[in-house]
């Protein structure tokens, strides 16, 4: 089992750049491909980001490609998502999760949430 808790969102401006971490607890964290989503309100919650379990391979949402950097350092138990040239689109609650089987950019194939951490950027 992992339990994951996330931080470092905020309220920054159009263009500004952010870096969420999840913290992993659970001696398995290294054996899970990690990703993250986000949900606007009103909206499903939405693939973003993810790596394999060494962090070699990467997966991103198309609109995040070019813009969004996930990372994990597994020695720490950390998941990060670099977050550059936000846009207001972007805001949203952002969730870490580990993926239990199949297609990555479902959430439904997710097993572990954190509580996530609200991102906002203003216009």
């Known amino acids: 089992q992992v339990q994951l808790v996330e931080s470092g969102g905020g309220l920054v401006q159009a263009g500004d750049s952010l870096r969420l971490s999840c913290a992993a607890s659970?001696?398995?964290?290294?054996?899970?491909?990690m990703g993250w989503f986000h949900q606007a309100p009103g909206k499903e919650r939405e693939f973003v980001a993810a790596?394999?379990?060494?962090?070699?391979?990467?997966y991103y949402a198309d609109a995040v490609k070019g813009r969004f950097t996930i990372s994990r350092d597994n020695a720490k138990n950390m998941v990060y998502l670099q977050m550059n040239s936000l846009k207001p689109e972007d805001t949203a609650v952002y969730y870490c999760?580990?993926?239990?089987?199949?297609?990555?950019?479902?959430?439904?194939?997710?097993?572990?949430w954190g509580q996530g951490t609200q991102v906002t950027v203003s216009s």
């Open positions: 999760a580990a993926n239990l089987r199949g297609l990555l950019t479902s959430a439904s194939n997710y097993g572990y």
């Open positions: 790596t394999d379990w060494r962090g070699v391979r990467t």
């Open positions: 659970g001696r398995t964290f290294s054996s899970y491909i």
